[in-house]
T-cell receptor
Framework: GESVGLHLPTLSVQEGDNSIINCAYS??????FIWYKQESGKGPQFIID?????DKRQGQRVTVLLNKTVKHLSLQIAATQPGDSAVYFC????????????FGTGTRLLVSP | GAGVSQSPSNKVTEKGKDVELRCDPISGHTALYWYRQSLGQGLEFLIYFQGNSAPDKSGLPSDRFSAERTGGSVSTLTIQRTQQEDSAVYLC????????????FGPGTRLTVL
């Protein structure tokens, strides 16, 4: 499951900084959104999700913000650590049918110690 | 507590050959998905299985691609007459029934078509 995106946008931060990763989603009918983290050689791993009836949801060190007006998602990571280095994908789906996920192209996060 | 497993982890084949990729979902997960992750792109949905229902094949890029799921568990993705543009990482995911349940991904199979 290695991320193969050589041309992914990259966000470089220092350890301890807060990171913000942005995503523009495509379908105004989408009502469920997920952020995934993909480390080298692994499949995507669920981080946090949010439904369209919310505009903010917090987890451990992560917060997802949803702006339906402009179809924008963001993932905020507090006190970024070297272990957070990975490619991050947002995914959208409609809460109907079989939950087919539509993924964004991803953002590579590089955390320097 | 095994997660989703996939085999092989890497596959190199020659153009025109057929390949089979295997996915073992988490035990008890009724839904199984195949995705493709190509160079420089995000994950692309291929096919979905849910229990005994007919699979949703709407994401398969051509009739060279097919998949089956035997006994509601193991799934095989077959690509016939492989082309160089088929080179990608093929990811499998499974989840329990119901909406908004987390999809658990396997590590993927990296396919290289020479």
């Amino acid at each position: 499951g290695e991320s193969v995106g050589l041309h992914l946008p990259t966000l470089s931060v220092q350890e301890g900084d807060n990171s913000i990763i942005n995503c523009a989603y495509s379908n105004s009918a989408s009502d469920y959104f997920i952020w995934y983290k993909q480390e080298s050689g692994k499949g995507p791993q669920f981080i946090i999700d949010i439904r369209s009836n919310m505009d903010k949801r917090q987890g451990q060190r992560v917060t997802v913000l949803l702006n339906k007006t402009v179809k924008h998602l963001s993932l905020q990571i507090a006190a970024t650590q070297p272990g957070d280095s990975a490619v991050y994908f947002c995914a959208e789906t409609m809460n109907t049918g079989f939950q087919k996920l539509v993924f964004g192209t991803g953002t590579r996060l590089l955390v320097s110690p | 507590g095994a997660g989703v497993s996939q085999s092989p982890s890497n596959k190199v084949t020659e153009k025109g050959k057929d390949v089979e990729l295997r996915c073992d979902p988490i035990s008890g997960h009724t839904a199984l998905y195949w995705y493709r992750q190509s160079l420089g792109q995000g994950l692309e949905f291929l096919i979905y299985f849910q229990g005994n229902s007919a699979p949703d094949k709407s994401g398969l890029p051509s009739d060279r691609f097919s998949a089956e799921r035997t006994g509601g568990s193991v799934s095989t993705l077959t690509i016939q007459r492989t082309q160089q543009e088929d080179s990608a990482v093929y990811l499998c995911a499974s989840k329990t029934s119901g909406r908004n349940n987390e999809q658990f991904f396997g590590p993927g199979t990296r396919l290289t078509v020479l």
